[in-house]
């Protein structure tokens, strides 16, 4: 065989196999899935702000390990725990973070950004709520 032949036959198999492997990595991923969209506070009255640890529950809804390479969470947010070792298809893991909440009028907007080898990565979970200096209604009912 000449010198380009071959180089073309090289070519071919190499572009042959990378699709074959594509397609294979296509249908077998690792997938965090959340338990709940996010965490809402609600509205909230200023005497009775909520402590700010919120335990993030998340299960591999794929069919390879999942690997949590970091966890991020924004303004103040600490991340005191997250799984260090592979989840398991079908298995789950949990984040726990805490941040503090101040006894005042405020939007709660807070993100916790999960990088992974997920397919969806960076996953980014969100924590809302409202503190409001209104007294909840009482209703009186005889």
């Known amino acids: 065989m000449n010198m380009p032949l071959k180089s073309l036959m090289l070519i071919a198999c190499v572009f042959f196999y990378a699709h074959i492997l594509e397609a294979q990595n296509s ?19 200023i005497d009775d702000v909520p402590e700010g640890k ?15 390479s970091n966890v991020r969470g924004c303004c103040g947010t600490r991340i005191i725990d997250w ?4 989840i ?3 298995q789950s893991g949990t984040v726990k973070i805490e941040f ?7 939007t709660i907007s807070r993100t916790v950004t999960i990088l992974s080898n997920s397919k969806n990565s960076p996953d980014i979970f969100r924590i809302i709520g409202e503190i409001t200096d209104e ?8």
């Open 135 to 142: 007294q909840p209604q009482i209703i009186n009912r005889r």
């Open 83 to 86: 799984p260090k070792h592979p």
């Open 54 to 68: 919120v335990d993030i529950g998340f299960t591999n809804a794929g069919t390879q390990p999942l690997v949590l």
């Open 100 to 106: 503090e909440i101040q006894p005042r009028v405020q």
């Open 27 to 45: 249908n077998s991923e690792a997938l965090l899935k959340f338990d709940k969209e996010n965490h809402n506070f609600g509205k909230v009255y």
């Open 88 to 90: 398991l298809p079908g």
